[in-house]
């Protein structure tokens, strides 16, 4: 078993990592991202909240979204441990993460900070898309289909693009990003159990750097991550 985050800017990588993960070590990837958009399809209460914060590039408030996580780490599928993408965001939501984990006699194991450049980003995020159905991720020119116009995983022909991916939103989830969220890393990094990915290098690169990762934690040998 191992809980683990992906930190990082938007277009970082976390998602397309988490789904990889997901599949290797039968992990489960739990995104407040993909659950708000949820919420915002099923047109609930909290749905029309969401896609007006989401949409201006902003923070959803913190005890929303850690009740959307306890919620859902108290499902059976988490047994096996889970990858945290696009949570926690703020050092409250760290907080309340941690608080949550010992509640049920569970812990973090490691933190991995993917890094990017800003530069990079509003390009990366710009060109990006995603199979309606199963949501494996594309990007115009990056990563196309294998078959133009249908999904590698499930063959699906239908793909979505989010609403919060414009140049405009990107830039104002960049300053969430840089002003709420990176104030996470020394907390973490007081904890010893953060680490750091170049995020700059291609998926393949970035994927086995974290496995490099996971196997220290996860090795009988060293049981848990040397403290920096
Ligand atoms: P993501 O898919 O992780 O890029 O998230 C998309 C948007 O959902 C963000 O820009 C926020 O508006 C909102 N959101 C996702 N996760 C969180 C979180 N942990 N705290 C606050 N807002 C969030």
Redesign the pocket.
Same mark, same amino acid.
């Given at each position: 078993m191992i809980n683990l985050v992906l930190l990082g800017p938007?277009g970082a990588g976390?998602?397309t990592q988490a789904k990889r993960l997901e599949q290797k070590y039968g992990l489960v990837q739990l995104?407040?991202?993909?659950m708000?958009?949820a919420a915002v399809a099923s047109g609930s209460a909290l749905g029309q909240q969401?896609k007006k914060?989401?949409e201006a590039?902003?923070?959803?408030?913190?005890d929303i979204?850690v009740g959307m996580i306890a919620e859902r780490i108290d499902q059976p599928d988490t047994r096996n441990g889970i990858i945290l993408?696009?949570?926690? !965001?703020?050092t409250a939501?760290a907080k309340a993460l941690d608080h949550m984990l010992a509640e049920r006699g569970l812990g973090l194991d490691l933190v991995i900070e993917i890094r990017v450049d800003d530069s990079a980003l509003v390009e990366r995020i710009s060109g990006r898309f995603a199979c309606a159905k199963c949501g494996a991720g594309y990007h115009d020119f990056n990563q196309r289909p294998k078959v133009e116009g249908q999904c590698d995983r499930c063959g699906v022909t239908e793909f979505v693009r989010?609403k919060?991916d414009n140049p405009a939103t990107v830039r104002a !989830?960049l300053r969430?990003y840089h002003d709420q969220t990176a104030p996470i890393l020394p907390y973490y990094a007081d904890k010893g159990i953060l680490r750091t990915v170049d995020g700059m290098a291609d998926i393949e690169t970035v994927a086995s750097q974290i496995e490099t990762l996971i196997k220290e934690v996860t090795s009988p040998l060293t049981g848990g991550l040397p403290s920096l």
């Open positions: 938007p976390k998602g995104s407040t991202g993909d708000l958009r969401a914060v989401m590039g902003q923070l959803m408030p913190d979204i993408d696009g949570f926690p !965001r703020t939501q989010r919060d !989830r969430a």
